[in-house]
């Protein structure tokens, strides 16, 4: 019962927060750690502590299952050199700088123990990303956030188990660190990517969108549990499914499913990342309870704490200026580079076009001149393009794939020239990388055998605690005053050629199914079982709906006629919404295919295929 009572005080403590977070102001996630951490100094309630394991296995793989699930592949495709320097190469940098400082600090840690907690708190939280999200900063700045937050989960914790066998059986080597972090990674890649596409089929063949609700329900632990029992990394795997699923669901499971999951998600999504920082601040009274008995003191781990989060700041900051330059030259080099050659690809476009199409004679189908070798050459170095094979089907589909990769990189060209990663941007990047819920469940993975277990878990409690009260609650004023680049509706060049693309894949259905552009498809398509069409009924039809000057033209009178008849209006009722089905799908295809390209924001493909969603929805739920 008192276990009952607490749930359900913690259910209407989340809720409380995240309705009253936009009146004052404040993310929920604040409002949640300040109100866990008053309730647990509270003389009545005892102390409280979590096991790691529940976190790190049973409140975190879905939880970054759910951010994976609605992050834009493209996006993140684009932003993979980021946010692999921020996930590898600032997580490792961290702790080997935090355990050196850690060491002259305190003498009597040693350099294992100083860097496994500074793995510990190297790693920023994606759940924390959300505090960024509300403010409306530029999407490109939330994916390098959140995809840092998703897979340096796996560096850190790899960092963090070395770290600590070399403190305890001192056999450690940089290579054995490599390929374990190796191992990891690729273990989680492969079991993620193979439990994403076997639920999805599986998915496709469920019926009723509650069973197919529950069903996602497992998918984090089916393949973060595999994953961490053959040597990987469980979080990383649950991410790698989520992105998966993300991607390819919209092709293969109904609409209804999918947003009857994402409604549903977005709950489970609310209540786990709430409960993480109502735990986190009601653990802390019972940590200072046993830093009191055990020591050091309490005013040394808050001197401590604030110099480890001063530092894992100016690593991050030290890390991410440089990145920036990189970044800028490289997308300078490229964007060079890809005007350059600008009449080239697009003669080789052109030519890639034809051959898709079955334009150009099979001995013709190379897609460049071969006199032109350098021209040739700077193709291959640039798309990673070989000679088409002689196979004309084959040769039309590797050319048809030869145009989407020319307009990937051109839309990838103009994304970074776009919506560059400046300092104003970097200033945010740095300032948002908050600690959180992974920063206290790896400490507690510490053994018991660490030195002064209590008083180190209490450090990381309290960086954890501050990067997310002082950065979260300083975060709006420095976006106010940096002035990044934000999130912005679509502009009307993209609204205008959105509109083009579904317009354009509409007429396409009706042009493959013979039948006028109009509201009202009038000629029956499919007779009703022992019925004869008459001759008249036919030529009736076609003057409802006739061409006049190029035009298709609706007789409204005829037609109110023929829907007299109730046999003939439920006709054209199913015919009407035969083609109107077609007319979203396809349209939906086109959305989908030119959002892997690249070519519009992730935003207004996600806006769009909502809508395209809810008609399906409304088409489908239509008594036939």
């Keep these: 019962m008192d276990l009952l009572i607490v749930a359900v005080a913690g259910l209407l403590a989340i809720a409380g927060a995240t309705q009253l977070s936009d009146r004052v102001k404040v993310a929920p996630a604040l409002l949640l750690l300040g109100l866990g951490i008053v309730v647990g100094f509270l003389p009545v309630v005892p102390a409280i502590e979590v096991e790691p394991e529940i976190i790190l296995e049973g409140v975190l793989p879905p939880l970054l299952y759910a951010t994976a699930v609605s992050i834009s592949t493209i996006n993140f495709r684009r932003e993979l050199a980021p946010v692999a320097v921020l996930a590898v190469l600032l997580v490792a940098v961290s702790a080997a700088v935090i355990g050196a400082v850690l060491t002259l600090v305190v003498p009597s840690l040693s350099l294992a123990w100083a860097v496994a ?26 994916t390098v956030l959140e995809g840092e937050g998703l897979l340096n989960d796996a560096t850190a914790l790899v960092v963090l188990s070395s770290a600590v066998a070399a403190a305890t059986a001192g056999t450690v080597t940089v290579a054995g660190v490599v390929g374990d972090f190796a191992t990891a990674v690729l273990v989680a890649l492969v079991v993620g990517w193979a439990v994403g596409e076997l639920t999805l089929h599986l998915r496709a063949r469920i019926t009723d969108a509650s069973v197919d609700t529950v069903v996602s329900f497992t998918i984090p632990f089916l393949a973060a549990l595999p994953a961490e029992h053959l040597g990987g990394s469980g979080l990383v795997a649950a991410v790698v499914a989520g992105m998966v699923t993300g991607h390819r669901s919209p092709r293969l499971l109904p609409p209804d499913h999918r947003i009857a999951g994402q409604e549903t998600w977005h709950t489970v999504e609310l209540v786990l990342e709430g409960f993480i920082f109502l735990v986190m601040g009601l653990q802390l009274f019972g940590i200072v309870e046993e830093v009191s008995a ?115 990189r051109g839309a990838d060209v103009e994304y970074y020239r776009d919506e560059p990663l400046g300092l104003r941007e970097g200033t945010v990047i740095v300032w948002a990388g908050m600690r959180g819920a992974v920063t206290l469940a790896a400490a507690q993975t510490l053994p018991a055998s660490a030195p002064n277990r209590p008083f180190l878990l209490l450090v990381a409690v309290l960086v954890a605690a501050g990067s997310l009260v002082i950065q979260g609650l300083t975060l709006p004023w420095m976006v106010k005053v940096v002035r990044p680049s934000m999130e912005g509706p679509a502009d009307e060049e993209e609204r205008g050629e959105l509109v083009r693309l579904l317009v354009t894949a509409a007429k396409e259905v009706v042009a493959e199914r013979g039948e006028g552009p109009t509201v009202l498809p009038s000629r029956q398509l499919v007779p009703a079982p022992g019925e004869v069409v008459e001759h008249d009924a036919a030529d009736r039809d076609a003057r409802i709906v006739h061409k006049a000057n190029g035009e298709y033209v609706v007789s409204t009178a005829l037609a109110a006629e023929r829907w007299k008849d109730p046999q003939a209006r439920h006709h054209d009722l199913v015919s009407a919404r035969a083609t109107a089905l077609d007319v979203v799908r396809a349209q939906r295809e086109a959305l989908l295919d030119a959002g892997e390209l690249g070519l519009y924001s992730a935003g207004s493909v996600e806006y769009v295929l909502k809508y395209l969603d809810y008609e399906e929805i409304m088409l489908t739920s239509q008594p036939g």
């Excluded at 500074?118 to 994606?126: F, I, K, Q, R």
């Excluded at 990145?323 to 997308?331: D, F, H, I, S, T």
């Excluded at 070798?373 to 050319?399: I, N």
Aim: aromatic share 4%; hydrophobic share 45%; glycine share 4%.
């Design 294 to 408: 055990a020591g050091p003191s309490i005013t040394t781990a808050v001197w401590l704490a604030v110099l480890a989060g001063g530092l894992t700041v100016a690593v991050r900051a030290a890390v991410v200026a440089p990145m920036l330059v990189w970044l800028r030259r490289r997308a300078e080099r490229h964007a060079t580079r890809w005007e350059e050659m600008s009449e080239p690809v697009q003669a080789f476009e052109r030519r890639c076009e034809a051959i898709a199409h079955g334009e150009v004679p099979e001995d013709m189908q190379i897609p460049w001149d071969p006199h032109r070798r350098g021209v040739r050459r700077r193709l291959k170095r640039a798309l990673r393009l070989h000679h088409l094979p002689v196979s004309s089907e084959r040769t039309q589909r590797r050319a048809s794939a030869a145009v989407n990769r020319i307009r990937r």
């Design 117 to 142: 907690m500074g793995a510990v708190l190297s790693p920023t939280d994606a759940v924390a990303i959300s505090i960024a999200r509300r403010l409306g900063v530029s999407q490109r700045i939330i």
